[in-house]
């Protein structure tokens, strides 16, 4: 059986693992990584519209992963269409960046469960014949993939949007008569769950590491405090 402090350890793990997995899920399944304001500059130019004007032209766009929302206004009122990156708006992508990024995601929930599973069995029994010295040293590589694969996806998705001008491309997606600027962009809370879900797992390793961390066992007084006998107090 583990020790108290590799079951306390391994226990907040296993906390934290169930977190980080459903952070990782919640990002994956929400539609908020990217929101901004577009602009339709075509309606504007053809209305030689000033500053004041430019409200009646601005709209809004947000998408995540695999569909999205764009609002455009090109003085004709608002007209809401939905977004989907699959199976036809991803070939006008870096389809090669966006691919990687949902498998970067996918293999890290992979990792999750996995890391997981170990966290709950170091927590109740540690001594398996693959590991080594209390600590799984092949559970250890997992929490370490985990955390690797998720900060690429997260790196991935942040050179699609800043150098690959990803959010430009969605809102122009099949518009053949108007084009539409940024306005701004922002990463949106279902990217911050992906971060938050990277981080906590980050203070996974951290914690499975501490585990290593032999505390002092307390000494029994009632030993150190009996009298020393010798021989000369024998003779008397």
């Not at 007209?79 to 389809?95: A, D, E, G």
Request: hydrophobic letters at 45%; aromatic letters at 12%; glycine letters at 6%.
């Amino acid at each position: 059986m583990p020790s108290l402090w590799k079951r306390l350890t391994f226990s907040f793990a296993t906390l934290l693992c169930v977190l980080s997995a459903t952070l990782l899920l919640v990002a994956l399944a929400t539609e908020r990584w990217v929101s901004g304001r577009i602009l339709c500059g075509t309606g504007a130019e053809l209305v030689s519209a000033n500053c004041s004007e430019l409200d009646k032209f601005t709209g809004h766009i947000y998408y995540g992963l695999f569909q999205g929302q764009k609002t455009r206004r090109c003085g004709l009122g608002n007209r809401s269409t939905k977004i989907y990156i699959f199976p036809t708006l991803v070939h006008t992508l870096n389809t090669g960046l966006h691919v990687m990024v949902i498998v970067f995601l996918l293999v890290a929930v992979g990792f999750t469960l996995l890391s997981l599973s170990f966290s709950i069995y170091n927590a109740r029994k540690v001594g398996a014949m693959w590991c080594g010295d209390d600590v799984c040293v092949f559970g250890f590589i997992v929490y370490i993939c985990l955390w690797v694969f998720g900060s690429l996806a997260v790196l991935c998705f942040l050179a699609a949007v800043r150098h690959h001008r990803l959010t430009e491309r969605v809102s122009n997606y099949q518009e053949n008569l108007f084009h539409f600027s940024i306005l701004d962009e922002r990463l949106d809370w279902s990217f911050w769950l992906g971060v938050a879900s990277i981080a906590t797992h980050g203070v996974v390793c951290v914690v499975v590491a501490m585990s290593r961390i032999k505390l002092p066992k307390p000494q029994n007084k009632k030993q150190s405090e009996q009298p020393t006998v010798t021989a000369e107090v024998l003779m008397y």
